[in-house]
């Protein structure tokens, strides 16, 4: 059994930063790609950023510049560091993980139950 928890989200003004952080925990071998997620209302999830187990990472145009993803591989987290926030950021966020679970070569994908960001003043 693996879970993924997210946390750090809340209110915040335009112009604000917050940091997400997501833990995966359980039967995990390694963690391959982590990535975060957001949802809008009346939208469909899109990618956010993703960053690979070698540290390359992917961020989607909108958030380019003003959002950093980074991880730590020893507690198995994964950070979003965003800054200059703006309305249309607001969403429910949510982390994926690509995990290898032990006696099975075929990695699985974990989503988190998501945390929600407001940006409003």
């Known amino acids: 059994q693996v879970h993924v928890v997210e946390s750090g989200g809340g209110l915040v003004q335009p112009g604000g930063s917050l940091r997400l952080s997501c833990v995966a925990s359980?039967?995990?071998?390694?963690?391959?790609?982590m990535g975060w997620y957001r949802q809008a209302a009346g939208e469909q999830r899109e990618l956010v950023a993703s960053i690979t187990s070698g540290g390359s990472t992917n961020y989607a145009d909108s958030v380019k510049g003003r959002f950093a993803i980074s991880r730590d591989n020893a507690k198995n987290t994964v950070y979003l560091q965003m800054n200059s926030l703006k309305s249309e950021d607001t969403a429910v966020y949510y982390c994926?993980?690509?995990?290898?679970?032990?006696?099975?070569?075929?990695?699985?994908?974990?989503w988190g139950q998501g945390t929600q960001v407001t940006v409003s003043s």
């Open positions: 359980g039967s995990i071998v390694s963690i391959n790609d």
């Open positions: 994926r993980v690509t995990v290898r679970y032990p006696g099975n070569p075929y990695p699985g994908l974990r």
